[in-house]
């Protein structure tokens, strides 16, 4: 109850607190963009003048799934289901087998679920950070960057052997290197469609990242019975190196700061 009640406080907190996007209000708005020119009195430093109007530069699209594989958005839209679903994948074997993994790799019983607390715990920790360094640097490469980390905490997993310490620091950092990108993904669609698509794309991409969660939650066993925990390690590899190069080949565009896009003139 308290896990359902606290996000829906916060629902209602967040509705009042969150500033509407400027897209949205130029586009929508049928008063005298009075909410627009309140935004951007703090983000402009010279005043705006009376007598200016706002536009955006942004074609009209109708949010349906066809419009995603148009308009040059097919290719942001496969590469971006992709990224979701296989880092999904990668994110919900480990979160989902480690504990079992840990115990086929000789650690006691009573222990293992701790590599679980200790992988989810950086994350939590992480996940702030994370959210104020988004706006101010380019996602697309901090995505990049977490997918290699995530790559190479595989790799070094898979050699950790029984140095419990080692496997523990690997693990926790796993919690940013691969699940990380949770935090970023979201961010990575709003910069890479236009406005009137944004929460078709969203939901889109969060389908398929689902997808992914249970493909990775139902296939873990399978590698583990296959390789040993060695193998199952150096398998997430190959999600996470399916998910970066999905990630290069997005185009963002300039799509990411909304005012960048909201024009005054007179």
């Known amino acids: ?115 679980t607390v200790v992988v989810n715990a950086v994350f939590i920790v992480c996940a702030i950070p994370l959210s104020i360094v988004l706006p101010k640097i380019s996602t697309r490469r901090l995505l990049i960057a977490l997918l290699a980390l995530g790559i190479a905490i595989a790799i070094g997993l898979a050699y950790a052997g029984t140095s419990w310490g080692l496997v523990f620091t690997l693990a926790g950092a796993a919690g940013l290197g691969i699940g990380g990108q949770q935090i970023a993904l979201n961010y990575l669609v709003v910069g890479s469609y236009p406005t009137t698509l944004r929460a078709t794309a969203t939901g889109w991409a969060i389908g398929m990242g689902r997808a992914g969660a249970i493909a990775g939650s139902a296939v873990g066993g399978t590698f583990l019975d296959m390789g040993g925990p060695n193998g199952f390690y150096l398998t997430l590899a ?19 700061a909304d005012f960048s896009l909201a024009t005054a003139a007179h």
Do not use: C
């Not at 971006?80 to 480990?94: C, P, Q």
């Not at 399916?242 to 963002?252: K, Q």
């Open 238 to 256: 190959g999600p996470l190196a399916a998910a970066l190069l999905a990630v290069i080949a997005i185009r963002t565009g300039e799509r990411q």
């Open 1 to 115: 109850m308290v896990g359902g009640a606290a996000p829906f406080a916060l629902l209602v907190l967040l509705y009042f607190a969150l500033p509407e996007s400027l897209h949205y209000l130029v586009t929508r708005s049928r008063d005298d963009h009075r909410a627009v020119r309140a935004t951007l009195s703090r983000i402009v430093p010279q005043p705006l003048a009376p007598d200016a109007r706002f536009a955006v530069h942004e074609a009209a699209a109708r949010a349906s799934v066809g419009a995603l594989f148009r308009e040059g958005n097919a290719r942001n839209t496969v590469a971006i289901w992709a990224v979701y679903f296989f880092n999904w994948i990668a994110w919900f074997m480990f979160l989902s087998w480690l504990p079992t993994v840990l115990k086929a790799a000789g650690l006691p019983a009573a222990q293992a679920p701790l590599g």
